[in-house]
């Protein structure tokens, strides 16, 4: 590692251990050499050529340069086609602020699908000086009432579909403050009625807009949001949010995904909401898609012949989704090859070399990434080399398919060397830090280190320590260095398969069944066994209109496939669904349980 690493992460381990000195102080005492010296922080903080950053600022930037310019293409719930120009959308925006400054609201819960109400929202929130936070409405009742209290939420803008989850939230917080959206192209509603007032309190102070919120923050390290994680197998945890690193999250999305480029048609950025705007602040795609004056196209639900329709006739350029959000849409009857290329960003899981080919051959792009809710989403990109282009097929989207290089605004990806015990269990949280060999043999888990880690969990300092064990950021997924600086992943520590001393990719063995003409998704968990000690279990789901017994696959398997014969499932199961998250996530926690016999276990 060299000398300017070490010193990161020796700071980055200061900054997760250190419950008495601020993130300034440290942060000056780097610069300046001084440990705590306050004119030494103020030098630092206050310099003359430097702005506080928040992403904030750029709704009101796009609506001074292109008032005009579409910013939300959205069918409402009442079926009618809404479409809001920057202009009214900032607006709109301020108003919901300046209804939140009024009456002191300063941790705002969300809850909603993606509608114009949950963008203004998170503009508004920011402006108003606040901390958003946005979770899953598929989430159960008692979660939902657990995240919003440890929050400590004082107000919540929720989606007339939803308010019901809140019914128990509301008997034990009366005191909170519920503003319903009704998401109709008629400005009838509570939601719509708070953003008249808020307009209403500006003007009885001056009428400032935009000039009188907060898109330039006193302390850029100040929290812009807390993003729960998805918690399947512990209570969720809320990853604190930074203005600054949301901003540097954002313009990294845009150079990486390419969100200024145009390869089609449209004017700007057209892009599709596939993604949930709660999934990790939406991966900061609110504000970076803004920041380039793209149009929104929002989503109620996921819809495939309503994203077919959309993606043919409205000139979409970019879209966010998972693996299995892809292999559905691919595999929909309205599929087929787009006159015009579609920037696909894909994360969640990891891709197979398969979808890529699948997708390309429909004129969707994929750009590869890869991170996690403590890292506002995307950190890697499977950089394409144009030398690819003469590999064989195969190979060519196998290096896609890999999680890459760390992004523009981050620090290089690392994979570091794990403990391992007599039965194979690797322990990723020790002391020592050492990267493994770039030799895409060693095995070792993927950390970071850099402007985009998340700042640590909210309330919850001993996981935040956990988490920066050693100075660096875990994400728990085991990895290989490839010689070229390229990191892929092999599975999640936990989904490693261990049979009779050899370590199985459940990835590896998702991706081979996949090749299988019929099977559309799969997934793949390790059951107990008596002679191995665990063998790979998979659960498939077939295409449409298609049959087939999992002693067949089996057979195909082993007679077709191109994995060694001790990696072929003993046992595979075809199922109708696959259990998934609400971001498209294999719920492989309950697959497990399915496997054990727990067939009624949802989670």
């Known amino acids: 590692m060299s000398a300017a690493l070490r010193r990161l992460s020796a700071l980055a381990s200061q900054l997760a251990g250190n419950s008495t000195t601020s993130t300034q102080e440290i942060l000056a005492s780097q610069v300046t050499g001084s440990a705590s010296s306050s004119s030494s922080e103020t030098e630092y903080v206050h310099r003359h050529h430097i702005h506080q950053l928040s992403p904030t600022i750029w709704l009101p930037r796009a609506a001074a340069i292109e008032p005009d310019a579409i910013a939300v293409y959205?069918?409402?719930?009442?079926?009618?086609?809404?479409?809001?120009?920057?202009?009214?959308?900032?607006?709109r925006a301020?108003?919901?602020?300046?209804?939140?400054?009024?009456?002191?609201?300063?941790?705002?819960?969300?809850?909603?699908?993606?509608?114009?109400?949950?963008?203004?929202?998170?503009?508004?929130?920011?402006?108003?000086?606040?901390?958003?936070?946005?979770?899953?409405?598929?989430?159960?009742?008692?979660?939902?009432?657990?995240?919003?209290?440890?929050?400590?939420?004082?107000?919540?803008?929720?989606?007339?579909?939803?308010?019901?989850?809140?019914?128990?939230?509301?008997?034990?917080?009366p005191g909170v403050h519920i503003l319903v959206d009704t998401d109709t192209d008629s400005d009838s509603g509570a939601y719509d009625k708070a953003v008249l007032e808020g307009w209403e309190y500006d003007e009885e102070n001056g009428s400032q807009g935009w000039d009188g919120l907060e898109t330039q923050v006193p302390d850029e390290e100040g929290l812009i949001a807390l993003a729960y994680t998805s918690g399947t197998t512990a209570k969720p945890k809320g990853v604190e949010y930074t203005h600054r690193s949301a901003y540097l999250a954002a313009m990294a999305n845009i150079v990486e995904s390419n969100l200024n480029t145009h390869i089609s048609s449209a004017d700007r950025c057209h892009y599709l909401w596939t993604l949930p705007m709660f999934h990790a602040t939406g991966w900061t795609f609110p504000w970076a898609v803004t920041a380039v004056r793209g149009t929104h196209y929002c989503l109620r639900k996921i819809d495939y012949p309503e994203i077919w329709r959309l993606l043919k006739t409205e000139a979409i350029s970019h879209y966010n989704a998972a693996p299995t959000v892809n292999t559905l849409l691919c595999a929909d009857p309205n599929a087929e090859k787009l006159s015009e290329p579609v920037r696909v960003t894909v994360a969640a899981s990891p891709p197979t070399a398969h979808?890529?080919?699948?997708?390309?051959?429909?004129?969707?792009?994929?750009?590869?990434?890869y991170g996690l809710t403590e890292t506002y989403g995307p950190i890697t990109?499977?950089?394409?080399?144009?030398?690819?282009?003469?590999?064989?097929?195969?190979?060519?989207?196998?290096?896609?398919?890999?999680?890459?290089?760390?992004?523009?605004?981050?620090?290089?990806?690392?994979?570091?060397?794990?403990?391992?015990?007599?039965?194979?269990?690797?322990?990723?949280?020790?002391?020592?830090?050492?990267?493994?060999?770039?030799?895409?043999?060693?095995?070792?888990?993927?950390?970071?280190?850099?402007?985009?880690?998340?700042?640590?969990?909210?309330?919850?300092?001993?996981?935040?320590?956990?988490?920066?064990?050693?100075?660096?950021?875990?994400?728990?997924d085991?990895?290989?260095?490839?010689?070229?600086?390229?990191?892929?992943?092999?599975?999640?520590?936990?989904?490693?398969?261990?049979?009779?001393?050899?370590?199985?990719?459940?990835?590896?063995?998702?991706?081979?069944?996949?090749?299988?003409?019929?099977?559309?998704?799969?997934?793949?968990?390790?059951?107990?066994?008596?002679?191995?000690?665990?063998?790979?279990?998979?659960?498939?789901?077939?295409?449409?209109?298609?049959?087939?017994?999992?002693?067949?696959?089996?057979?195909?398997?082993?007679?077709?496939?191109?994995?060694?014969?001790?990696?072929?499932?003993?046992?595979?199961?075809?199922?109708?669904?696959?259990?998934?998250?609400?971001?498209?996530?294999?719920?492989?926690?309950?697959?497990?349980?399915?496997?054990?016999?727990?067939?009624?276990?949802?989670?």
């Open 74 to 91: 959205h069918r409402t719930a009442n079926g009618k086609i809404l479409r809001r120009t920057y202009a009214e959308t900032a607006r």
């Open 94 to 173: 301020s108003g919901i602020a300046y209804y939140f400054k009024k009456h002191g609201y300063e941790r705002v819960g969300i809850l909603s699908t993606n509608t114009p109400a949950f963008l203004e929202t998170f503009f508004g929130v920011g402006g108003a000086g606040g901390v958003n936070v946005a979770i899953n409405y598929r989430l159960k009742a008692e979660d939902i009432e657990y995240i919003f209290e440890h929050a400590d939420v004082d107000s919540i803008v929720v989606d007339a579909e939803y308010e019901g989850l809140l019914d128990g939230f509301r008997r034990k917080f």
């Open 355 to 369: 979808l890529f080919e699948q997708m390309e051959s429909l004129n969707l792009k994929p750009v590869h990434v």
């Open 381 to 476: 990109k499977g950089y394409w080399m144009p030398e690819w282009s003469t590999l064989e097929t195969k190979e060519k989207y196998a290096r896609q398919a890999r999680q890459g290089h760390g992004f523009i605004t981050s620090l290089p990806a690392r994979v570091i060397k794990t403990k391992e015990d007599d039965a194979g269990n690797r322990d990723q949280y020790q002391d020592e830090i050492v990267d493994v060999e770039k030799d895409g043999k060693e095995i070792g888990e993927i950390v970071f280190l850099g402007n985009i880690c998340a700042k640590g969990y909210y309330k919850d300092p001993d996981a935040t320590r956990k988490l920066f064990a050693g100075g660096v950021q875990h994400t728990g």
């Open 478 to 603: 085991l990895a290989v260095w490839h010689p070229d600086g390229a990191v892929q992943i092999l599975d999640r520590a936990k989904d490693i398969i261990i049979s009779g001393g050899e370590n199985i990719s459940s990835l590896a063995v998702e991706s081979m069944l996949v090749t299988h003409p019929e099977i559309l998704e799969a997934a793949v968990v390790a059951v107990k066994d008596e002679k191995w000690g665990e063998c790979p279990k998979a659960y498939i789901t077939v295409k449409e209109g298609k049959q087939l017994e999992g002693k067949d696959v089996i057979d195909w398997a082993k007679s077709k496939s191109n994995i060694s014969r001790f990696m072929v499932p003993r046992e595979i199961v075809v199922l109708e669904e696959l259990p998934k998250t609400s971001t498209g996530k294999l719920r492989k926690n309950v697959l497990r349980e399915w496997a054990k016999g727990n067939t009624d276990f949802q989670g």
